[in-house]
């Protein structure tokens, strides 16, 4: 059984145009920048980003930069040029790989993309400092940037950074926790994902000195669509399609994560929720068909559908905001595809 | 046998009461920044900075704060008052804090001045994300500094961690090579210890908006004053009192640390120097005598009196600078009386 929130394939040709223009604008100046790192951050970071394999060979790429996408299309929606954006676009990609960095070894994967991760690679202390390098070097851009409101941006940035730990920190105390609320469980998300995706939306006009009214609105727009995306990761985390998402199948509930579904299901799901919760806090490698029994207990307590409700109208807030602001008609219309693109995707 | 590199009673008061004025300045902007940071970080920061015990008791109290006091001289020293450079002072203490709580993981020290190291009592993830936590507040509280220079002062923040980075990825690469040079080893020190002392020194005067002439000489001078800082460190190493460095005696050749002394001593000490070499590249614990022997060596290379030399020269070239940029002469004798202190330690 599949479900979607909508139509997507309306939208993912723009989506994926815009995403393909905002790699092509970005990456000179990401490359330039990583450059700019001392000799062990920097082979270590390009390898990261995709750039180099191992042998020193070059590499496939990296992600999808949605996040560079996002804050070229702030300076563009705010009528700025798309040079206004760049350097945010540099400076939010730097932040999103630092987190990447540090994640991978705090979650200990030893892979990302179907690649050694750079703590197995080259240790514990290589990965700690590259991202330190990152993180800074995020800075650094940002206030060389040549605009009046550089230093908004980078306050913006340095803030965004702080919730972005903050839902990490969370993330890591709900470990070992078995009360988590479902409030709880959407402020960590907000934190991990909405924060930067909201600061990604933002950052572009900030740097173009937009009004208020539009950083705000285009800060809800990322915030949103952020949250919306994590609330569609966990649904994909345990319906997923293994082919689509590259985990294996009911992956979330094998490592019996606390995602936003199975909060919902454990705290509002009465007799399904409590067989829920039990299940969970059993140990040991679970059978194939507990994992399916697990999926129907968050079903029958309402999760998927909670979660799906909920990421539909996190992504119509975000439609609302984008499209009431007054900005140019031509990136609002992108920046709704890539809502669409980003949020409807078949669970 | 001690010895020493000047009559460091002379300045000794004034420094004491320098250092113990900043830090009562500083604290309470310091306890302000830190209660921002999210749950988790800020009880593990507030321990860290030694403020409170394990048990949420009062702590004893942490280091000596040089860099905040740096901080504030620079502002004062440039004619501002000090309030101008207490948000520079609270970000590089958070900035050195940072880089302590990572450093304390990856050399995996379990103790800092006889307490538990945070990385120990909270795990890996907690100390990677409350030094994550504390580098993104830095840059926050500076870019919020009432100053139309605020900017720069973040800028000079971003590209002095990126050095601090640098010396620590090159110390930590020097530990698996034998071809160490003097000059690459002072290089790393430089970026270690010597890039944030230097934006220490000159962070309250680029807030103060003072002209380039005085926050280079400025920048000079902690540059100067770290190097040579951590020179008398490497001697205290070899050749320090127990009783007064609180770590056991020839503690950096019990790790068979290649420290600068060490280093000049391979690369220049003859057949002393090659013995030297020998010794440290054998394994095992070493015995009392043969550390005797290795400090025989780093001696009869030339390693101490080199570094002893090269750190009064740093020293010079500190005092030459700070005294000849026309600052105001209360702050400048003060910070005269500093370097002393920081530099003219017994060994």
């Not at 985990?247 to 936003?260: E, H, I, T, Y």
Request: net charge negative.
């Amino acid at each position: 059984m599949t479900a979607t929130l909508g139509r997507s394939s309306d939208h993912r040709d723009v989506a994926t145009e815009v995403l393909r223009r905002g790699r092509d604008v970005v990456t000179p100046a990401l490359q330039a920048a990583v450059d700019r790192l001392d000799d062990a951050s920097r082979t270590q970071a390009r390898y990261h980003l995709g750039w180099t394999e191992l042998d020193g060979s070059p590499g496939a790429g990296g992600g999808k930069a949605v996040r560079p996408a996002l804050a070229l299309l702030s300076a563009t929606a705010a009528g700025a040029d798309v040079d206004t954006g760049v350097p945010g676009a540099v400076a939010v990609e730097l932040v999103h790989n630092f987190s990447l960095l540090h994640d991978d070894l705090m979650d200990g994967d030893a892979e990302r993309r179907h690649r050694t991760t750079v703590w197995v690679q080259w240790g514990a202390s290589s990965a700690i400092l590259c991202g330190d390098a990152m993180l800074a070097l995020a800075q650094e851009v940002l206030l060389e940037a040549p605009s009046a409101h550089a230093a908004a941006a980078a306050a913006l940035l340095a803030v965004t950074t702080r919730e972005l730990i903050r839902g990490q920190a969370e993330d890591l105390a709900f470990e070992t926790r078995d009360d988590v609320g479902v409030a709880e469980c959407l402020s960590m998300a907000s934190g991990k994902t909405g924060s930067l995706l909201a600061a990604s939306a933002s950052i572009g006009a900030v740097l173009a000195g937009a009004p208020a009214a539009q950083t705000e609105a285009l800060h809800t727009y990322g915030h949103e669509v952020g949250t919306a995306f994590q609330l569609v990761d966990d649904l994909l985390g345990i319906w997923g399609d293994p082919a689509v998402t590259g985990k294996p199948v009911l992956s979330d509930l094998r490592s019996r994560k606390k995602s936003l579904p199975v909060t919902f299901a454990i705290r509002n799901g009465g007799e399904a929720g409590r067989e829920l919760a039990r299940w969970l806090a059993t140990e040991g490698e679970p059978a194939e068909d507990e994992l399916h029994a697990a999926a129907r207990l968050v079903a029958a307590g309402g999760g998927r559908e909670w979660a799906a409700a909920e990421a539909r109208r996190r992504r119509d807030l975000a439609l609302g905001a984008v499209t009431g602001a007054g900005l140019a008609p031509v990136p609002t219309g992108e920046l709704v595809a890539l809502a669409h693109h980003l949020v409807d995707r078949e669970f």
